[in-house]
């Protein structure tokens, strides 16, 4: 449940991906034209969950005809104990969508993601025929960011900056927004909170695989993002940063030289602390970053448009 406001409103934000105005009734572009950045989303978004998700938060998910779908939980043979990180331990359940066939293409999206502009040409990026057992696209996933800007003592002692993909890009900022640094780039390592997946039972079973070797998953530092990363190393398609813009990139002296506001099409508010953790009083968001301020510009607009329709509990402001 600690993630569902930011669930509500990425799924609003992927509806209405342009939070800073305010919803109207425009014309949509022609079905063969190129959706532009404020159109909204005109795939089917599903909330997988697993046991551990109670039923209140379902209801929550139904009143706003949110379709949800049940996942087995994937865990690893390591018992590995992610104290500093202790939201890594359910990290290992965003594999299970490598598993889930019914589906052609799923774009995988963590909940504390806010879209900010449409991101459908994601369903339409080449990747390999799910028969292709040497393909060097067999995923798509943007660069993590090495540089530890938070200085975490538990990071490995290469995460600096470097070490980080993004790094290379700061002599060609323009390039940054569209072209990405190469898989190997860097630690070489993804950050999976957008993931561009063709379902392979495959493709799985080198996952599960990997997850059976006690010893190879006990020396990961990041669960499945380094799972992915090391089992698939160089064959997987690197989307520029726009695409998973980590709200760390933003800060001065990270990589603020190749951010740009107005490319940004998701951010993502890394770490513990989200957004809805702050104690914000509408229409007051001094004290917030920039990143913040979008977020809670787009959550209020979320709770007043349910509200106008009828869905009044304490997630929509109402209860």
């Known amino acids: 449940m600690s993630y569902l406001p930011g669930l509500l409103t990425l799924h609003h934000s992927l509806n209405h991906p342009s939070p800073d105005q305010t919803i109207t009734n425009q014309p949509q572009p022609s079905p063969s034209s190129s959706p532009s950045p404020t159109q909204g989303t005109k795939y089917p978004f599903v909330a997988f969950y697993t046991s551990t998700f109670p039923a209140e938060g379902l209801k929550i998910l139904q009143s706003r005809n949110i379709a949800s779908q049940w996942v087995p939980s994937v865990t690893p043979a390591s018992t590995r104990n ?182 940004v099409r998701a951010v993502h508010y890394i770490f513990a602390t989200k957004p809805w953790h702050e104690e914000v009083v509408e229409g007051d968001l001094s004290g917030l970053d920039e990143t913040g301020v979008w977020w809670w510009r787009a959550n209020w607009e979320r709770m007043r448009v349910e509200r106008g329709v009828g869905v009044l509990d304490e997630y929509s402001g109402s209860g």
């Open 82 to 263: 992610y104290a500093q990180d202790p939201r890594f331990a359910e990290t290992w359940n965003k594999l299970v969508v490598f598993s889930l066939e019914q589906y052609e293409r799923i774009v995988l999206l963590d909940g504390d993601i806010l879209v900010r502009r449409n991101m459908d040409s994601l369903m339409e990026l080449p990747l390999d025929d799910e028969t292709d057992a040497e393909g060097s696209r067999v995923f798509a996933a943007a660069h993590a960011c090495a540089c530890n800007p938070m200085k975490k003592e538990h990071y490995p002692a290469n995460w600096i900056p470097s070490n980080c993909a993004y790094t290379t890009q700061h002599s060609t900022p323009a390039d940054a927004q569209n072209i990405a640094p190469p898989p190997s780039s860097g630690v070489g390592m993804l950050n999976s909170g957008v993931l561009v997946v063709r379902p392979s039972a495959r493709v799985y079973d080198e996952i599960t695989a990997a997850l059976q070797e006690t010893a190879r998953i006990e020396r990961y530092d990041f669960p499945d993002q380094e799972l992915l990363s090391d089992v698939f190393a160089g064959r997987w398609v690197p989307l520029p940063y726009v695409y998973n813009a980590l709200k760390t990139l933003r800060i001065a002296g990270v990589h603020d030289s190749i951010w740009r506001d107005s490319e």
